[in-house]
């Protein structure tokens, strides 16, 4: 069971396979080719314990690598105060030499835990990675198929919008796969009106 691993100098955690959405692009549609994020591994045959996840933290020279990261083949969210246990307890171990943490969500978090989670980010993540995909919410509901329907976009917004205030970095993301310079452009504005970072990402082929 894959439960830390390794992906360009940063360390990731791979906490869950639950997801809420089911998005065209997803790696997890993918096979075995070669990369991390298409190999059967991060397959979890049931979710690791919070003891687990941190012995496998300690098993690694964890302040060796420039970035934690929060991701795997699910949405790390559903585990979220195992994820804020974990921080807490790196911090508690390393201090100021943990690398910052990060966290990739569909930004549903609050939709998922049915509460305003924000705020418990203060202090533990340091960035935010929140999946955008689209410059409006019937597309995004077709592409991503939330199980909450178009509100789901919304959410997402208005979590990204709310995590400014306590997370130093958020960024919206898009996958640059079909998308016309005027939708790029309107997820450009999007961020801008949030107040948060825009990252255009490249489509990988799984």
């Known amino acids: 069971m894959t439960i830390t691993y390794e992906y360009e100098d940063a360390l990731y955690v791979n906490l869950t396979n639950k997801c809420n959405c089911n998005c065209e ?6 096979r075995a080719q070669g990369s991390i994020y298409t190999e059967d591994s991060l397959w979890l045959e049931r979710e690791p314990t919070r003891q687990e996840a941190l012995d ?6 964890v302040c060796s690598y420039r970035e934690i990261v929060f991701c795997g083949y699910g949405e790390p ?3 979220l105060d195992d ?3 974990l921080v807490d307890e790196l911090k508690g171990r ?3 030499k943990l690398p910052p943490v990060r966290i990739n969500t569909n930004g549903h978090a609050n939709l998922i835990l049915g509460r305003d989670v924000c705020p418990e980010l203060k202090g533990r993540i340091d960035t935010l990675s929140i999946s955008l995909n689209s410059d409006n919410a019937a597309d995004y509901t077709a592409l991503c198929h939330p199980v909450q329907g178009e509100a789901a976009y919304q959410a997402m917004l208005d979590f990204a919008g709310e995590a400014k205030h306590y997370v130093p970095h958020v960024v919206l ?5 079909d998308k016309t310079q005027e939708e790029i452009q309107n997820c450009r504005d999007i961020a801008d009106r949030l107040g948060v970072k ?3 990402r490249s489509f990988i082929d799984s």
């Open 56 to 61: 496998s933290f300690l098993s690694r020279d």
């Open 77 to 79: 969210t559903y585990r």
């Open 198 to 200: 825009l990252r255009i």
């Open 173 to 177: 993301t898009i996958v640059d796969k």
């Open 94 to 96: 390393f201090g100021d």
């Open 83 to 85: 994820i804020l246990w």
């Open 25 to 30: 692009f997803c790696l997890r549609h993918g």
